[in-house]
């Protein structure tokens, strides 16, 4: 059997890559054949995706990955963070610019709740409520009278939006549409009545398809930039967090964190548990590559950090990440805690102000250094992962054994341990590279190497190591989880 070779396009909101998997039986060879910057670009106001840019570097992964493997690339696939999507008018073409969700604040989403109430959303579509979900982008164009609307014959989602471009043919991934609030898992169609009801188009959604089980030639064009021959667009899961998860090595009862910008975690079901219990914890049920679900708690990761890096970097002072774990490491424990979960932390803009304001509004130390800034973050952020891990037991009726963290953020060993301590159980990491890892071999499964979507961990075992973290000091995070709750719920009270 000769080796095939696929291409995983990872798109995250700071940085994408491209990365080349040779599959020889079951050996998986990862190769790094483009990396690039992400970014929204701010205009009057609103940001906005350079979506032209980042279709141009699947060109460059594309011409990239051919000179490895000299032309023998089997098929491409495509991953990005959910809910931002384009506009593509009766001609084909793309409607301004891509909007990002971080332009979200709770206008909208109000304006919404006078229509719809909140159960409402939530028993329709099982998706919890954040600002820059699809559906309240939507609605916020719909209420400003955005021509765009009007001229649009067809919303994509991001991915399916560059897959448009490189293959000419408009479709919906399941993973993805699940992530918009738009998406009737009961129906499992888009849930146009409810898009009717609120003033928004209903005949603007291609057709849903499910991950790794069609195909789309790419387009003539295309083949002559990137010098190949014939090269196929698989859809695979298109949602990051679907193919990092189908990455994951899950065992039964465990629980997953798909750790990066945002921290991602949850168990997977084979069906959509759509209850009070499950709305009143704001989790959210999400697709999956076999067509099952994931039941999460979206939770604000390492995004708070990253824009406090970020300021930092604005006035010249500059930070490794191992610098900045090193730094908090020395800083004094449970000092500080903040609610990640607090709106005021979704949005950009003086990251570290909100932080040491939120400290003030509930008594607490400030912090002032970058390592203290750190530690308030990584002990908060468990502290949430504590309680979503807790209510996962609630809801699913009986203790889970460990929690498995793959991606970037698991790189990072501090949070990890806190992870592990704050829960109370082993802590599980790797692959860091679990996006494009799913990404490839679900490519590889709609190719007929792989036999069945089990066969995919299998496969992840063998070929990637993976770390333990045991829990130590947890009588002190159980102390500790008391102060951050104390914390938190004086904050509340004074909203």
Known sequence: MSAKYYLAMDFGASTGRGILGKLDGEKLELQEVHRFQNYYVPVQGKCYWDIFRLFHEILVSCRKAKAVCGGDLVSLGIDTWGTD???????????????????????????????????????????????????????EREYCKDPALKEASNLLMLPDLLAYFLTGEMRHEYTMASTSMMYNHRDKQWDRDMLRSLGLPEEIYSDIVMPGTVHFDVVPDVLEETGLEKLKYVPVGTHDTASAVAAAPLHENEAFCSSGTWSLLGIELEKPIIDKTVYEANFSNEGTVDGGVRLLKNIMGMWILQQVVKEFESQQIFYSWDEIVKQASAAEPFRSFIDVESPEFYQTGNMTGKIRGYCERSCQAVPQSVGELARCVYESLAMQYRITFRKLEEIAGHSLDALRIVGGGSQNRMLNQFAANAIGKPVFTGPVESACIGNLLVQAKEDGEIGSFREIRRIVENNFETEKFVPVDCGLWDRGFISYMEAVDKVQDHR
Do not use: H, W
């Open 85 to 139: 999507y384009g506009l593509i008018d009766r001609t084909g073409q793309l409607i301004g610019s891509c909007r990002c969700m971080r332009n979200a604040d709770s206008t909208f989403v109000d304006l919404i709740q006078e229509k719809i109430t909140p159960e409402e959303l939530f028993y329709r579509t099982g998706i919890q409520t954040i600002y820059g979900n699809t559906l309240f982008q939507l609605f």
